[in-house]
């Protein structure tokens, strides 16, 4: 039976809202399948704007690989605006995807991606739009199967209540396994109904169904145990890990946005992974092992991208984009193909050291030199060893000097405030980290015209890192460290007006902390909060900390039990029961490392040191078109 279209009952409501054009879709490279041509059909819901949702690549790739599948189609839908969904609610529109406007509850699958914790509240705006039930146990055979994704499912306890499954890793071959256990179990004329489809996902070990999960608690609060209540499901859900990226050379046919959006780019990941070992980046941990796209792979992938979608900026994207083993030859191959032509490049990576300086100016040669971005995430030397960040003051002053007498007159540094161990004057000393940046820029040129600015964020203690265990400083400590760094940094009449200050306040770090490391209990205060009008938590103007607390506070959760307490090595942790490849004992080892002032190196260099990942996966690091490890590459 075909789906009606929402469409006519929704461009009714457009001209009462901002930016409606958001709402329309129709964008270059968008798909719309004929619904009955299709078995399997997927909503892909990014839970934020679109603006924000448009560029994810999570999605854009998703969203291709399920469209070639004949006998499945895909469409997308994002959070709308508190505009909209007022209009809606008022005239009964449902939530709708941006393709065919079908509503999302006549889909058979809505997938969200959750890059942070902060959208949980606007799932459940789409969940309720949709017209299904929030909690997966009140859900019934014509709902769909809600199933979250993204870097946040590496921890979905806290949502798992409104979720019913969520998968670990690479989307690319699980969304298609999940699809042809929909199409057989459809076929077969849905045998068992909702449970048997979800009972059929989790015994394959690849997908995590939480109500297959039973937790139990200590009196004092802690989880005793995480046990499956079924026979058939493994006590460990695993990761997916796509190890071969040249074989899923997407996105094909880049989405070209209508409307306004956050990037306006064509997006090459040229490689998954990473292996520098920052304790803090729970992306470089949960990504593992590194996986790089061969150079004619990213060639051919650029080319492609460009004709298919009329970008003229191709963004080369990874988690350290400098670190690609073959990155010279890829940056000089490009700048030399596409110069003289009206087509950037970009290259977002913040390695401190001279080559990356060397790329930046290759990949300028098309355009403008705006402004070069390192992140020493620590503000002090012993700050820097305690998350592994091993880069020394000399080393960031050498590069800066280079940039600034090579023509760079603005750096952006990106620094994090509440680190585990952290003292008063390790934030102070990113000011005088600063003001020496300034002063040895100054004496490169020769002149006043250089800046240089200041990002910093909270820090947040994230699962699956070595961090983990570690208590999470309190706003307050934040918030004093940051108003005193902003002093030294303003008060400064030597250096003080060419350095750029911009911070958080530590507030929401606080929320992303609960939400990140919370357990099952931590379900009924987002419930609360979005019951109270929490959307768009992770947009300042939207965010309220009051509303946050005030839920906890009802919901007898108490917030600093979960973000400042610190760990003991054999608390059983909420996501202890989903792998992410990393060996436990590992993570704990270094963490305790961390406080000892030990440091790991790039295991792509040296030798391994057991993390656990390669042989979990059955694999191991992949650099290089031959697979053989290469040395890293010198100045250009
Ligand atoms: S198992 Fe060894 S080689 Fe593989 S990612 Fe971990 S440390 Fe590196």
Redesign the pocket.
């Known amino acids: 039976m075909p789906v009606e279209s929402i469409f006519p009952r929704l461009e009714a409501l457009l001209p009462k809202v901002q930016k409606p054009i958001q709402y329309v879709g129709g964008e270059l490279n968008s798909t719309v399948k004929d619904w009955d041509s299709a078995d399997v059909r997927w909503a892909l819901m990014y839970p934020d704007a679109y603006e924000v949702g448009l560029p994810n690549q999570g999605v854009a790739i998703l969203y291709e690989i399920l469209n070639e599948l004949p006998a499945t189609l895909a469409e997308r839908t994002y959070a709308v605006w508190p505009d909209l969904e007022a209009l809606m609610r008022a005239e009964g529109v449902p939530q709708f995807t941006v393709d065919g406007h079908r509503p999302v509850r006549a889909f058979d699958v809505l997938g969200v991606s959750f890059s942070t914790e902060l959208g949980y509240t606007n799932m459940l705006t789409a969940l309720d739009l949709a017209g299904i039930p929030l909690l997966a146990v009140d859900r019934g055979d014509d709902d769909p199967i809600v199933l979250a994704g993204g870097h946040a499912a590496f921890n979905p306890e806290p949502v798992a209540d409104f979720l019913d499954a969520a998968v670990l890793g690479d989307g690319e071959q699980i969304s298609i396994a999940i699809s042809e256990v929909v199409r057989e179990w459809k076929a077969e004329g849905r045998p068992g109904g909702r449970d048997e489809l979800l009972m059929r996902l989790a015994e394959s070990g690849g997908v995590y169904v939480p109500k297959f999960y039973d937790v139990d608690y200590h009196p004092d609060g802690r989880i005793k145990r995480v046990a499956p209540n079924r026979a058939d499901v493994p006590w460990r859900v695993h990761k997916h890990t796509v190890m071969d990226l040249d074989e899923w050379p997407y996105p094909k046919k880049p989405l070209v946005p209508l409307a306004e959006t956050v990037h306006e780019r064509f997006s090459v990941e040229i490689f998954r992974g990473c292996?520098r070992g920052c304790r803090f980046c729970q992306a470089g941990m949960i990504t593992?092992?590194v996986r790089e796209r061969s150079i004619t792979t990213i060639g051919a992938m650029v080319e492609n991208g460009i004709k298919e979608s009329g970008f003229n900026e191709v963004g080369l994207l990874s988690l350290s984009s400098a670190d690609h083993s073959e990155i010279a030859d890829v940056a000089k191959g490009l700048a030399d193909r596409y110069e003289g032509t009206n087509t950037s490049l970009s290259l977002p990576s913040t390695r401190v050291d001279a080559f990356n300086i060397d790329l930046a100016n290759e990949f300028s040669r098309n355009g403008r030199r705006s402004g070069l971005t390192f992140a020493p995430e620590g503000g002090s030397e012993r700050m820097r060893k305690v998350i592994n960040k091993m880069v020394t003051e000399e080393d960031l002053i050498r590069t800066v000097t280079t940039a600034y007498s090579q023509g760079w007159r603005q750096v952006k540094l990106y620094f994090m405030c509440g680190l585990p161990t952290e003292q008063d004057e390790d934030v102070l000393g990113i000011a005088d980290l600063a003001k020496k940046v300034i002063k040895a820029g100054r004496e490169a040129t020769g002149s006043r015209d250089i800046r240089c600015t200041v990002s910093i964020g909270g820090f947040v203690p994230k699962p699956h890192t070595p961090f983990q265990w570690a208590g999470q400083a309190d706003h307050e400590t934040v918030d004093r460290r940051l108003r005193a760094l902003r002093d030294s940094l303003r008060g400064d009449r030597q250096y003080g007006r060419a350095i750029g200050f911009r911070y958080h306040d530590g507030k929401p770090s606080i929320v992303e902390g609960l939400l990140s490391r919370g357990d099952r209990r931590v379900g009924s205060v987002i419930r609360a909060v979005w019951e109270d009008g929490g959307r768009f938590d992770g947009w300042s103007e939207h965010f309220s900390y009051e509303r946050w607390t005030a839920a906890a506070e009802k919901a007898g959760v108490d917030v600093d039990w979960y973000t400042t307490r610190e760990r003991e090595e054999n608390e059983v942790l909420p996501w202890d029961h989903l792998d992410a490849g990393l060996d436990r004992e590992w993570l704990w080892q270094d963490w305790q490392e961390a406080v000892s002032g030990g440091e790991v190196e790039d295991?792509r260099w040296t030798p391994?040191?057991?993390?656990?990942?390669?042989?979990t996966m059955g694999t191991?690091?992949q650099i290089g078109p031959t697979g053989r490890k290469l040395l890293p590459l010198t100045v250009v």
Do not use: F, H
């Open positions: 292996t593992r092992p295991c391994c040191y057991d993390c656990g990942v390669c042989p191991e690091i």
